[in-house]
């Protein structure tokens, strides 16, 4: 019932910028905690930022901390990543979900960071 659609990927030179949105289904959205979430070819899917139904409360892996911001708007159901001074390892499929992953992932939008 509930969908997930990520969009916002691409190629962009090391140092650059991206936002990704992922737009959620079903108007039960504003009470799930969210999360973005990635996987690297050959890598198991790890956590990159999440952020609670309120939009108060963020956290975010060591790697990414300082240049991804996880963000919001629940009257547009839609979760939003930007990501700044990006590197070579940040390229991934990148995913969102529920912080507890609960619901079917959908189907991704790839980032590619060159060096």
């Known amino acids: 019932q509930v969908q997930l659609v990520e969009s916002g990927g691409g190629l962009v030179q090391a140092g650059g910028s991206l936002r990704l949105s992922c737009v959620v289904s079903?108007?039960?959205?504003?009470?799930?905690?969210m999360g973005w979430f990635r996987q690297a070819p050959g890598k198991e899917r790890e956590f990159v930022a999440t952020?609670?139904?309120?939009?108060?409360?963020?956290s975010y892996a060591d790697s990414v901390k300082g240049r991804f911001t996880i963000s919001r708007d629940n009257i547009k159901n839609t979760v939003y990543l930007q990501m700044n001074s990006l590197k070579p390892e940040d390229t991934a499929v990148y995913y969102c979900?529920?912080?507890?992953?609960?619901?079917?992932w959908g189907q991704g939008t790839q980032v590619t960071v060159s060096s």
């Open positions: 079903g108007r039960t959205f504003s009470r799930y905690n």
């Open positions: 979900n529920t912080d507890n992953r609960a619901l079917y």
């Open positions: 952020i609670s139904w309120s939009g108060g409360y963020t």
